[in-house]
C-alpha cells in the first residue's frame, strides 16, 4: 500500500522554527516528486512547492518561495518543511503528496492525513 | 501563475441529483486537469486526472470533460459521501494552482 504519514500536529509561538515531516512507504520514494500544500482555516487549498528526492530538485511556488524550505532526507524515505521564523499567518494544516503521473499526465495522490500547525502568543 | 477559477462557490443539492461544477483555467492548459473531493476533516482525495479520466476505485458516478479552458466535473446521483468540497488544479506548469473549491452541501 503506498502511504505518506506525516507528523503530529505542533503549537509554536511567533518566531519559532518548525519542520514538519512526511515520510512515505509502500513506493519507490527517490522517483516520485513529493509536494506540500497549504489550507488555512476555512479556506482552499494553496500549493506550496514540491522535491525530487532522488536529486533534491525543488519548485517553490512564487508566494512560498523565501518563506518556507522543502528538503529531503532520502534514505529514510522522508520530505520535510520547514520555517525558520514562524508568524501568526502560518496556522494551517499542511498536507504532503506523491505527485504520480501516467501517460504524460500528472496528479498528486495519495495525501498524507495533514499536519496541523498552530501558531500563537 | 495560472489562475483558475470554480462556479459555482457553493451549491446545496439532494441525494440521487445530478450536479456539475465548472473550473476556468486563465490561459491553455491542454487537458492537464484534475479533481479533487475534501471531506470535511480530511485530507483531499484524487476524482479525476488529466481532465476526464477516472482514478482506479473513484465510482463512475464521477466523470469529467474538457472544452478549451473550461472544465467540467460532473456527479450523476449524488450519494451522501459526496457532500464536501471539490477542488479542480492545474498541472501545466508550476505552481500548480488550485481553484477556490465547490462546497457542495445537502438541500
Known amino acids: 500500500d503506498v502511504q505518506l504519514v506525516q507528523s503530529g500536529a505542533e503549537v509554536k509561538k511567533p518566531g519559532d522554527s518548525l519542520k514538519i515531516s512526511c515520510k512515505g512507504s509502500g513506493y519507490n520514494f527517490a522517483t516520485y516528486w513529493i509536494g506540500w500544500v497549504r489550507q488555512m482555516p476555512g479556506r482552499g487549498l494553496e500549493w506550496m512547492g514540491m522535491i525530487y528526492p532522488d536529486d533534491s530538485d525543488t519548485r517553490y511556488s512564487p508566494s512560498f518561495q523565501g518563506q518556507v524550505t522543502i528538503s529531503v532526507d532520502e534514505s529514510i524515505n522522508t520530505a520535510y518543511l520547514q520555517w525558520s521564523n514562524l508568524k501568526a499567518s502560518d496556522t494551517a494544516m499542511y498536507y504532503c503528496?506523491?505527485?504520480?503521473?501516467?501517460?504524460?499526465?500528472?496528479?498528486?495522490?495519495?495525501w498524507g492525513q495533514g499536519t496541523l500547525v498552530i501558531v500563537s502568543s | 501563475d495560472i489562475r483558475m477559477t470554480q462556479s459555482p462557490s457553493s451549491l446545496s443539492a439532494s441525494v440521487g441529483d445530478r450536479v456539475t461544477i465548472t473550473c476556468r483555467a486563465s490561459q491553455s492548459i491542454s487537458t492537464y486537469l484534475n479533481w479533487y473531493r475534501q471531506k470535511p476533516g480530511r485530507a483531499p482525495e484524487l476524482l479525476i486526472y488529466?481532465?476526464?479520466s477516472l482514478q482506479d476505485g473513484v465510482p463512475s458516478r464521477f466523470s469529467g470533460s474538457a472544452s478549451g479552458t473550461d472544465f467540467t466535473l460532473t456527479i450523476s446521483s449524488l450519494q451522501p459521501e459526496d457532500f464536501a468540497t471539490y477542488y479542480c488544479q492545474q498541472n501545466y506548469n508550476t505552481p500548480y494552482t488550485f481553484g477556490q473549491g465547490t462546497n457542495l452541501d445537502i438541500k
Open positions: 503528496a506523491r505527485r504520480a503521473k501516467a501517460g504524460g499526465y500528472t496528479w498528486f495522490d495519495p
Open positions: 488529466g481532465a476526464s
